[in-house]
């Protein structure tokens, strides 16, 4: 079975400025994908960005990024020039080849201060 | 186009109790994924319908049920309702298919969710 962890419960940053969120899985697949969804209080999950495990390069939105680490099981996200508008839960997801089963981690809560 | 949409937003049901959950895909898809999301968690999958059929099932008892009907809405059941099934109650759609039509059709699109209280 497949686990996510996400290790920082709750992080905090002023506006402007660059915040990076933890995430790390455990997977025996070799073909999966991960996502970053947010979740504000509004409730309703959001994706952010998407990243298939078998591209080596890291995806990016705009001011979102990812740091894959396929071997260290590891996908943190980077928020640059951070916006209050980011405030909200984060969630790493994990989803296997085929399936349409998404594993989350616990989230991130973030909070960006004026 | 209207994203998904879940139906009721908010109840309040008592234990012992039976609550129905509506969910509208979004125009042309034929997956709908349920997720339960109890307060300061992440959400936990349910069930996977796709095209009528149940695709997939999470560890939930036999209280939980769900169908798909050919318009590919979906309800979500909650028979003899406890304390600890409060939470929120996610749906999700997406294009996936039993072929890959391509890596974007694992994308799943959510709903704002209906918040369940039992007391």
């Known amino acids: 079975a497949q686990t996510v962890t996400q290790s920082q419960p709750e992080m905090s940053v002023q506006e402007a400025e660059t915040v990076t969120l933890s995430c790390t899985y455990d997977t025996s697949e070799n073909n999966y994908y991960l996502f970053w969804y947010k979740q504000p209080p509004s409730r309703q999950m959001i994706l952010v960005i998407r990243?298939?495990?078998?591209?080596?390069q890291n995806a990016t939105e705009n001011r979102f990024s990812v740091n894959f680490q396929k071997a260290a099981k590891s996908f943190s996200l980077k928020i640059s020039d951070s916006q209050l508008g980011d405030t909200a839960m984060y969630f790493c997801a994990f989803m296997k080849q085929g399936a349409q089963k998404l594993v989350f981690g616990q989230g991130t809560r973030l909070t960006i201060n004026p | 186009d209207a994203g998904v949409t879940q139906s009721p937003t908010h109840l309040i049901k008592t234990r012992g109790q039976h609550v129905t959950l509506r969910c509208s895909p979004i125009s042309g898809h034929k997956s709908v994924s349920w997720y339960q999301q109890v307060l300061g968690q992440g959400p936990q999958f349910i069930f996977q319908?796709?095209?009528?059929?149940?695709?997939g099932r999470g560890n939930f008892p036999d209280r939980f049920s769900a169908r798909q009907f050919p318009n590919y809405s979906s309800e979500l059941n909650v028979n003899a309702l406890l304390l600890g099934d409060s939470a929120l109650y996610l749906c999700?759609?997406?294009?996936?298919?039993?072929?890959?039509?391509?890596?974007?059709?694992?994308?799943?699109?959510f709903g704002a969710g209906s918040r369940l209280t039992v007391l």
């Open positions: 990243q298939e495990a078998y591209k080596q």
């Open positions: 319908y796709y095209e009528k059929e149940e695709r």
């Open positions: 999700a759609s997406s294009l996936w298919a039993d072929r890959l039509i391509s890596s974007g059709a694992n994308v799943l699109t």
